[in-house]
């Protein structure tokens, strides 16, 4: 199974497993309201369709959100992305230039000095934010990017939230970009 198959199905049992309580108490509510009967059993006839489909397009979507935020940035979009804490290495960035773009990214805050670089990255447009931290390695040239969501974001609507901040700040420092 490719990489996007396995992303989706990870989303979707989750999103079914997040759908099923909603849907199970309509169903009590229904047979608690009008009794059970064939007619009250035909109208919840819809609730499993909803249950499948609403996490059907959920997913898809989330998928392809999430892939479409990796294109061109060399970040693997495969299942692994749903994970709390991502981490990339990037080759050809000097470290000046990036405690710079850090440094004035309007999404960054409290950057600090040296090796490693410490700061929070702001998520979304909210005030969500995740911790990250970026290591430049002389030896090799390699900047190593690492960002951890915060705990109350491991699941649910916004699961992938460290995978967008990464893919965030690799946009603001990959090396093509000349600022």
């Known amino acids: 199974m490719t990489p996007r198959r396995r992303?989706?199905?990870r989303l979707l049992r989750g999103a079914c497993a997040d759908f099923a309580a909603?849907?199970?108490l309509l169903c009590v509510l229904d047979l608690v309201d009008k009794g059970f009967s064939l007619a009250t059993l035909r109208g919840m006839a819809g609730y499993p369709v909803a249950w499948v489909g609403f996490p059907l397009l959920w997913a898809g979507c989330r998928t392809g959100l999430l892939g479409r935020r990796a294109r061109d940035l060399g970040v693997e979009?495969?299942?692994?992305?749903?994970?709390?804490?991502?981490?990339h290495t990037l080759t050809g960035v000097p470290f000046d230039r990036v405690r710079a773009e850090l440094g004035s990214a309007r999404r960054a805050s409290g950057v600090g000095d040296g090796n490693p670089v410490d700061f929070r990255?702001?998520?979304?447009?909210t005030r969500l934010?995740?911790?990250?931290?970026?290591t430049f390695d002389d030896a090799s040239g390699e900047t190593h990017v690492e960002v951890r969501a915060p705990?109350?974001?491991?699941?649910?609507v916004l699961q992938g939230a460290a995978f967008t901040a990464l893919c965030q700040i690799v946009r603001t420092l990959r090396p093509g970009d000349a600022k």
């Not at 705990?151 to 649910?156: A, D, K």
């Open 129 to 134: 934010s995740a911790a990250g931290s970026v």
């Open 77 to 87: 979009a495969g299942e692994q992305l749903l994970d709390a804490t991502q981490s």
């Open 121 to 125: 990255w702001r998520l979304y447009r």
């Open 22 to 24: 909603p849907v199970l």
């Open 7 to 9: 992303l989706f199905v």
């Open 151 to 156: 705990e109350h974001l491991g699941s649910g």
